[in-house]
């Protein structure tokens, strides 16, 4: 719950950012917002604490999906019941943040002088009811909604729960953003991937054949990523070697086999 201490006495030195209960799925930026609070006010030099009290681990990085800044900072991955410190002093300013694995997430942490700090004390008691009382819409609401950070996979599948979205979500958590080549790369991804897999989670929810496609062509690459289950990644030259072999050998797959295939064709065609 967020204290309803009048603004004028307010204590900005140190601040508590926390996930709404159940944020891991989406349906919480429809409710009212991802974080308690969703704008998070703290004094230039103060301190900043990220505490992971939902169920699932996520990440507190400045920046949107869409404009990450990495450099600002980043937590990389906070497993449930775990936290984290802002380990540098933010200059006066706005800094927007988000969750990498669960881009609907986003908040604002706002950066002040100490002497900035008086705000009409009405409002502030008025907000702090309300976001009150929205967290807990809130939990009710995520508690019956049904998606995933992996769309695609969750729509072929048929739930978020099926081995197959699982074994994407665990390599994505435990193998690829134990490294910060890893989190680099799944920033990048997620701008290109949330570009395009809502339509593509619609049309296969809307068109079962489709559906079906899909399911076909994403089983040559879990199997592929599958592989990882089964090295020992242990260092950022390591996370780069198999991600790029992966890339080739799906690259291969999806682009090299059907190739070489219209070419076989073309030449008994032509013989």
């Not at 380990?87 to 006066?92: G, R």
């Not at 062509?217 to 030259?237: A, C, F, H, K």
Request: with cysteine; glycine share 8%.
């Amino acid at each position: 719950m967020i204290s309803s201490t009048p603004a004028a006495f307010a204590d900005y030195s140190e601040v508590t950012i926390e996930p709404v209960a159940g944020s891991g799925v989406s349906g919480c930026e429809d409710a009212g917002g991802c974080y308690t609070p969703m704008e998070a006010t703290v004094d230039v030099g103060g301190k900043v604490i990220f505490s992971n009290t939902d169920s699932k681990p996520h990440t507190f990085t400045s920046g949107t999906i869409s404009a990450a800044t990495l450099d600002v900072f980043n937590s990389n991955l906070i497993k449930a019941g775990g936290s984290w410190t802002l380990d540098k002093e933010l200059e006066e300013g706005e800094y927007p943040y988000f969750c990498m694995i669960h881009p609907w997430m986003d908040g604002m942490l706002i950066v002040q002088e100490a002497e900035d700090v008086v705000e009409d004390v009405v409002e502030d008691v008025v907000e702090d009811v309300v976001e009150d009382v929205v967290e807990d819409v809130v939990e009710d609401v995520v508690e019956d909604s049904e998606g995933g950070g992996c769309l695609i996979a969750t729509a072929a599948f048929g739930s978020e729960l099926a081995p197959q979205v699982q074994q994407l979500r665990e390599l994505r958590d435990n193998t690829i953003l134990s490294t910060e080549s890893g989190t680099a790369f799944m920033a990048g991804f997620n701008q290109f991937y949330y570009s395009f897999s809502p339509v593509i989670a619609d049309l296969e929810r809307e068109s079962p054949i489709f559906k079906e496609v899909v399911k076909i062509t994403l089983t040559p690459m879990l199997s592929s990523l599958s592989l990882l289950n089964y090295v020992d990644i242990d260092s950022e030259q390591e996370m780069l070697g198999y991600g790029i072999s992966l890339i080739i050998l799906n690259a291969g797959m999806y682009v090299g086999i059907p190739l070489l295939g219209i070419l076989k064709i073309y030449q008994i065609r032509k013989d």
